[in-house]
């Protein structure tokens, strides 16, 4: 149902003209690359072909101002997998937007989300605790509204996927197990 090759297509469709920038098909890790003297446009490069992984390294897109799409990677701060408690939280406090919007894209698209702390091998967070932030911020996106590019690509997918719109808080619905840790409780 959902073929990496769709979206490709969509986003293309709507940004490769308009703002010169391009879903690939990465083997590897994912980045960001704007445009220079061997690429005509910028590349938003996602993991392995994986739809999950392109939905949100769009989402990072997304969220990028015109200036930081002009810098490798946006730009941004990033500490690779092993990040210890202190940078896990930083790690955490930037993410929430990004998989806000993932959470949004993965609705219009009719797609599994699930939240990312995408440290395996280091300090582990209350990966619920982020869930509820990442979930406040959906909520209140869909009350103060998406920025143009966006809006622009939710409607094309749920267009396209023939999901309910517009979107509405009942479809973002998540549950805390009840076998989460007194550590995490406490957290959230």
Partial sequence: MH?????????NGLFLTELNTELVAGDDEP????????HRHHRIVFAHGFYASALHEIAHWLVAGAKRRDQ???????????????????FEQVEVKPQA???ALSVAAGFNFNVSVDNLNG????RFSFQQRVHQQVL???????NRRTQMLLNALSEFYQTPWPLQ?????W???????????DAI
């Fill in 101 to 103: 919007i993932e959470w």
């Fill in 123 to 126: 300090a582990q967070t209350c």
């Fill in 72 to 90: 490798e990677d946006y730009g941004y701060w990033y500490c690779p997998d092993g990040r210890d408690k202190a940078q896990q939280l930083a």
């Fill in 3 to 11: 073929q990496i090759t769709d979206l490709i297509r969509i986003f």
């Fill in 169 to 173: 808080p009942s479809q973002f619905v």
């Fill in 31 to 38: 980045i960001y690359l704007p445009a220079d003297a061997e």
């Fill in 175 to 185: 549950q805390i197990p009840a076998d989460i840790t007194l550590e995490c409780e």
């Fill in 140 to 146: 209140q996106l869909l009350q103060s509204g998406f």
